[in-house]
């Protein structure tokens, strides 16, 4: 087994396919990156279990294959040599079926191979018709989803994010039960309604993928795994099996206040607020819109002290006074979700779940559950 | 106890005395601010019992002092709020002893002072004639020395920089006793012979003090410790005691070879060489000048793999064959003290110290102890 192929474009691979790497495990072989090669093509591939991530680079005029093969290279050491060598080629040999001969400029790496043996067989073949989501937009919808999932393994449902097809929309929900994050996109044509529920931190990684690309994706539903194909990268991750809850009854019908925001100078106040109760999930601030229609954000710890800040709403509509108490993390990271620069809270109760919109966000909707303060 | 102050000089101060707060420690007060407030000026103070820290503010348009008094504000806090606040003035108001009232635009805080009686007594009065060193060049040698301090409590005298004038020079000496740092530098003026040993770690918080600044530092010796007065900053650390060793003896006076390099190649070499043995001062590699004038840069893990670089140096001259051993993070970190782009090794024997020197660091060498490998 021997090739030769341009550094960057090597380099470039072997950052995607990373995203599939293991790297603590008790199989090592998963820590490995499987590199195939023949006369048409060197495919890589990476597996964790969870993620499998496989790239095919077609051989041309930057990728020259002299004696075809298979081999597994530990993935962190081979990275970090793509990484530090200079020359504009690297040549790669295996030799006596376990030692592989890295060459580039006057560099010269000899790697010991992990045991092919070992190896899971994954496979990325596609099956069905694909629903088509352009890169940008499924980068956008994870970013403003994915953020809101549980993260506790005893409720192992709430950490996916449910995808759910309903002819031409394309709902996305992610929730911890204390909050909840939900996205609609109009797709360009109709599909079979589906439901899956794919990992969180699968979808984040897939975004790193994401972030290069400008591109048509394909998602393929394959018994219990989604496969997401952009161009010559292959995605899979597990789905997460249970029923999704229904968020739906959630949404309250209607809003007894709504309050416009500039969102950074809510941005501002609230991360002012917290300075005392730093970025903790559990630490609470009030919120009080008063009838002079200003809004004072309060927050206290015993021990150091209290914060009191004002903002001016850009608009208020309903009842001319209000409370209501959350966690300053939720809310932020909800604030934050909104690409808008006005925002808007609309409160039913003092504990009734709180919703946040954005001006120029149609189609995203934060949801909030308050906390009780006496 | 009131004043009001811009935000921006107040910040500025604040991250000046930062460096002597403690953050952990069994004494409270100690992660405290003092501030003093008079109709002339406003003092802040802080002290870890290490380092101390005290700037001079005095009032001005930009201050102004409304009621005299002093307090302890917690440190981290009131940074926190400080650097938070979008007001362009603070206004900072002590009630019934303990409670601090901050107002900034429309920010509202209140903190709990800490118990000012049990904040240490210390005093920053300068005695005697300063050494005056600019504060680029004193930035400088603490750059290139401080580092190669030790860090091991066993021997607390190598955890220290040594200062030494003799006349109108100033030796500056650091080792960990397997590498070394020295730096002499001419003084305008002759002083008294002395020497002094400065815990690094506190010439490291000096430094990043002398960053903002261009001016010149006065430093004054006062019984066990080192007052650095720079414009209205004073800093003082506590001394070592204990006698640094005499390293003259460990210098070579003759080299049986000189290998000159472009560092930045050497940089990238070494480098790459050690992608398999991570940064850890214990891995070793060897360098080897062949008789074709090449140099080869070897390492290995016998776990992992092997690696060999080959660079070509600008110039050779003595004996035409010669290997060393070394650790990787020594040597990179002794050639990053170089601002020259040219720098020579000097070796006289497979085992004994080898010096590098910089073709424009006239002042600077650094020594380092080979490692033994067979």
């Given amino acids: 087994m021997k090739f030769t192929i341009f550094r960057d474009i090597l380099l470039d691979a072997l950052n995607h396919v990373s995203k599939g790497l293991s790297t603590k495990t008790p199989m090592p072989v998963l820590s490995g990156i499987k590199i195939e090669v023949s006369r048409e093509k060197i495919i890589l591939t990476t597996t964790n279990r969870e993620i499998s991530v496989q790239i095919?680079?077609?051989?041309?005029?930057?990728?020259?294959?002299?004696?075809?093969?298979?081999?597994?290279?530990?993935g962190k050491y081979f990275i970090e040599i793509i990484k530090k060598v200079e020359g504009k080629t690297v040549d790669f040999t295996l030799f006596e079926e376990n030692t592989i001969k890295i060459l580039s400029d006057r560099s010269n790496f000899t790697l010991i191979a992990l045991e092919k043996s070992n190896f899971p067989d994954v496979s990325f073949e596609s099956m069905g018709t694909p629903i088509v989501i352009k890169s940008t937009l499924l980068r956008q919808i994870i970013k403003q989803t994915a953020f809101a999932a549980g993260t506790s393994e005893a409720r192992v449902v709430l950490t996916g994010v449910c995808?759910?097809?309903?002819?031409?929309?394309?709902?996305?929900?992610?929730?911890?039960?204390?909050?909840?994050s939900k996205k609609v996109t109009q797709l360009p044509e109709p599909h079979q309604p589906i439901q899956i529920n794919i990992p969180s931190k699968a979808l984040e990684e897939l975004n790193k993928i994401?972030?290069?690309?400008?591109?048509?994706?394909?998602?393929?539903?394959?018994?219990?795994?989604?496969?997401?194909?952009?161009?010559?990268?292959?995605?899979?991750?597990?789905?997460i099996e249970g029923n999704f809850p229904d968020t739906n009854s959630l949404f309250p019908n209607t809003h007894i206040v709504e309050i416009e925001f500039n969102k950074n100078d809510l941005l501002a106040t609230i991360d002012r607020t917290q300075v005392f109760t730093g970025n903790d999930v559990s630490s609470t601030i009030k919120m009080v819109l008063n009838r002079d229609k200003?809004?004072?954000?309060?927050?206290?710890?015993?021990?150091?002290?209290?914060?009191v800040d004002e903002i001016f709403p850009l608009k208020v509509q309903g009842i001319d006074q209000f409370q209501v108490a959350f966690s300053a993390r939720y809310f932020l990271e909800a604030l934050r979700a909104f690409e808008s620069q006005e925002v808007t809270m609309k409160l039913t109760g003092e504990l009734k779940p709180f919703l946040i919109t954005g001006k120029n966000d149609d189609n995203l909707v934060q949801l909030i559950l308050p906390v009780r303060t006496f």
């Fill in 163 to 180: 995808f759910e097809l309903k002819g031409d929309k394309l709902e996305v929900v992610a929730t911890d039960s204390y909050r909840l």
């Fill in 56 to 74: 095919v680079l077609d051989t041309s005029d930057q990728v020259t294959v002299y004696e075809e093969g298979s081999c597994i290279v530990p």
């Fill in 210 to 239: 994401l972030e290069s690309k400008d591109t048509d994706v394909e998602l393929f539903i394959i018994s219990n795994k989604a496969l997401f194909k952009i161009q010559n990268i292959s995605f899979m991750t597990r789905l």
């Fill in 294 to 307: 200003t809004v004072h954000v309060f927050s206290s710890s015993s021990e150091i002290g209290r914060v």
